[in-house]
């Protein structure tokens, strides 16, 4: 189809889903709302779990640069590939433009010729959906031409000065105006499926004039340079960064839709779990159609991402994103292909479409070896696309607080000062998410979007969350005295999102306990309490801990499952100690520190330091959930290298299992003899089948679980159990 054929569908099917909605529109040409039915293949992004990228960040200094680009070799790559979308550059971060603009530059290499339009039709022709990429607040081009726009720093100094990197401020008018009028001249000039907009955060804290009026007007005073997270002044200028982050992106969403009705638009998700300085939360998700975002981490990271991905995204699937090399900054170096492989089969398990990354060379040329590669890996996932997706099981809900991602630690210190970028929340969070994938735990990482719908889980864990307003409480006690379960640690719940540190904890209710300040020792121990959930220790041998932790007393009726154990000394004495290597425990205590509170029909667990932030502790930190919950809908014996991750697909009268196995050393050593059992909630299964094949598998029935042994794991199994 060509680019202008294209063109036609696409506003064809606009006016569709315009009509669809309600809204009338006016046209001669297009026939009777009441007449209009949308074309089951839209949107493009439903059926395309393959897709690319390939940066194009290139100066044009150098008059070899893009000089070999061949629109027509670029489209037979992606076809090589067999990639079903692909992500064009018509904007980067250096600032140049690809297209004709009146209002930027153009690429010298593109030039009084349109090779954006000749590579989109050559894309379309090969099948291939383009979504066209344009880099906000990182503009190279617009940072060293005008001064106004520029991001500074607090002491007023441009913040990229000598820098490949030119950043510009969101609240600049003059730059929110000219990026938002690229947009319009690409969407006049083209004809696309999607706009990705790129880098849709803030580099760095902005002190320039604009974000300076916008504060005094808004807020009132000058802009804070000290972080204190119970200041209520630097708490609101965070609050004002977040909300202009989202209304810049709003603004550019709306841009394009004012003009591409039927246009996906996506901004860069990748840092949803960046830290408080890119200003990054929930909300920004809404201006959307599905969330994508690129990552260069280990298995872990990917599942903790795409649980996410899939919880947060307006629209599925979400995209699941990694460079084809060792990372951005290498060029050549290209990953092993079983790595590939492993990631794009890990995310069609999750119901995620998987994104290879490549760099053009300076030249414009494309090495025809990475396609090549994609294409063999992209062969193996192919015969599992209709399978993949549905309802995600999440038995255990791991909470995301995009207010909390900072640190007490940093209060007092300069706004510049980066010497104390932890990010305990995160920690918690990660480390709650390692240990319930290593016990084959289904599990979801869950925001503040997800509170109206806590029914779907059987347990809650709040993972040392810094930061809670009004609304997440309410529903969270709501939910637990209903008959819901959550565990929670440390600081959740102390702190409000403005600031305010309360003498007790706003869930203390719940919680069983009163909080009494920290122990001064940095070093501390958990003593067993009538539980067996510590094991292997005891009293006498109790559980060391690298940390403090809250002195808490227990509430009447609570349960103490675990009391505090001191060092003989304190572990900064260095004069008096027990042992010159380590600090054993030597002062037994009565204060409670893990309580179990029963509250209305639910209960919960609270423990005074985070758990699962310490991997020592993640079998102690899933048997603790246990004692709320004793048996989950998964329940699996095979090694830690294999994950699962489970689906109701009700329209197909089925759920549809995956197991991945992903180990550290590659290419995989296949895995024999797993055996999972489940309990799948009022249904009766018929037949257990695997796929795509179609052959049917043993199973018996054992206490009201299915009962089956998987075949041998190579990288992906997926069976599907009938019913």
């Not at 719940?493 to 909080?515: A, P």
């Not at 940390?547 to 000394?569: E, K, M, N, S, W």
């Not at 549809?656 to 797993?674: D, H, M, T, Y």
Request: charge should be negative; proline fraction near 6%.
């Amino acid at each position: 189809m060509s680019a202008k054929a294209c063109g036609d569908e696409l506003t064809r099917r606009s006016f569709m889903q315009l009509a669809a909605a309600g809204v009338v529109v006016a046209s001669t040409v297009v026939q009777p709302a009441s007449a209009l039915t949308p074309p089951p293949d839209w949107p493009w992004y439903k059926r395309a779990y393959r897709r690319n990228v390939i940066d194009m960040h290139i100066m044009d200094w150098n008059p070899e640069f893009l000089s070999k680009f061949n629109p027509l070799v670029y489209a037979e790559r992606l076809a090589t590939a067999k990639a079903q979308s692909a992500v064009l550059y018509a904007h980067s971060h250096v600032g140049l433009c690809y297209f004709p603009t009146k209002l930027g530059k153009t690429h010298a290499a593109y030039e009084g010729k349109d090779l954006l339009a000749r590579t989109i039709d050559a894309l379309h022709k090969n099948e291939i959906a383009v979504v066209l990429y344009m880099s906000l607040i990182h503009d190279t081009w617009a940072y060293r031409n005008h001064e106004d726009w520029k991001i500074r720093r607090a002491d007023g100094a441009g913040a990229s000065e000598g820098g490949r990197y030119g950043i510009c401020c969101p609240n600049a008018i003059g730059y929110r105006d000219y990026i938002a009028g690229l947009a319009q001249e690409v969407c006049d000039q083209y004809e696309f499926q999607g706009m990705r907009f790129d880098m849709t955060f803030w580099p760095r804290v902005c002190y320039c004039a604009h974000c300076a009026k916008r504060f005094a007007d808004e807020v009132g005073g000058e802009l804070p340079k000290t972080i204190n997270w119970e200041d209520p002044t630097w708490v609101a200028f965070q609050r004002k960064r977040e909300a202009w982050l989202v209304e810049f992106a709003k603004h550019m969403t709306e841009t394009v839709r004012a003009k591409k009705p039927f246009a996906s638009v996506e901004h860069q998700s990748s840092t949803f779990l960046a830290n408080w300085r890119l200003g990054v939360t929930e909300p920004l998700a809404a201006q959307n159609d599905f969330l994508q975002g690129d990552f260069y981490g280990d298995a872990l990271q990917g599942s903790l991402i795409r649980k996410l991905l899939y919880n947060l995204s307006p629209n599925l699937p979400y995209g699941f994103e990694t460079s084809v090399m060792l990372n951005l900054q290498n060029h050549t170096a290209l990953k092993p292909e079983a790595l590939l492989e492993a990631k794009a089969a890990a995310s069609i398990a999750d119901g995620g479409a998987f994104i290879f990354i490549d760099a053009i060379d300076p030249a414009g040329t494309i090495n025809p070896a990475t396609y090549e590669t994609m294409g063999r890996v992209f062969e193996k996932t192919i015969p599992f696309e209709q399978h993949a997706g549905g309802e995600l099981v999440q038995d255990v809900a791991v909470y995301l607080s995009t207010e909390s991602k900072f640190d007490f630690a940093q209060n007092g210190k300069h706004v510049e000062d980066y010497s104390a970028e932890g990010v305990p929340h995160l920690d918690a969070l990660i480390g709650a998410c390692r240990a319930l994938r290593a016990n084959h735990v289904p599990y979801g990482v869950i925001t503040k979007k997800d509170l109206a719908r806590l029914h779907r889980h059987k347990l809650l864990v709040l993972p040392n969350v810094l930061k809670m307003d009004e609304e997440e409480i309410a529903a969270i006690k709501a939910w637990v005295e209903s008959g819901g379960y959550f565990y929670a640690s440390r600081d959740t719940s102390l702190v409000n999102k403005m600031g305010t540190r309360n003498d007790n904890f706003l869930l203390s209710e719940c919680f069983g306990v009163v909080n009494g300040g920290t122990t001064p020792e940095r070093v501390t121990y958990i003593a067993p309490k009538e539980t067996d959930a510590f094991a292997p220790y005891t009293a006498a041998s109790p559980l060391m801990l690298p940390t403090a932790q809250r002195q808490i007393t227990a509430r009447d009726g609570a349960t103490v499952l675990g009391t505090l154990t001191l060092p003989y000394t304190n572990p900064d004495n260095g004069e008096q100690y027990a042992s010159i290597h380590s600090n054993p425990p030597g002062i037994a205590t009565d204060k409670p520190c893990v309580v179990m509170n029963r509250v209305g029909k639910g209960a919960v667990i609270y423990a005074a330091e985070a758990l699962e932030n310490h991997e020592h502790c993640g079998d102690i930190f899933v048997r603790l959930l246990r004692l709320l919950a004793p048996k989950f809908t998964v329940e699996a014996q095979a090694p830690v290298c294999v994950e699962f991750t489970l689906f109701n697909q009700p329209e197909r009268k089925r759920y549809v299992l995956s197991a991945v196995s992903f180990q550290k050393e590659l290419p995989n050593i296949p895995v024999n003899g797993v055996r999972v059992s489940l309990q799948l909630p009022d249904i009766s299964v018929k037949r257990v089948v695997q796929l795509p094949d179609g052959d049917e598998l043993p199973m018996t029935i054992e206490n009201g679980r299915a009962q089956i042994s998987l075949p041998t794991i190579g990288t992906l199994v997926m069976i599907a159990m009938e019913y």
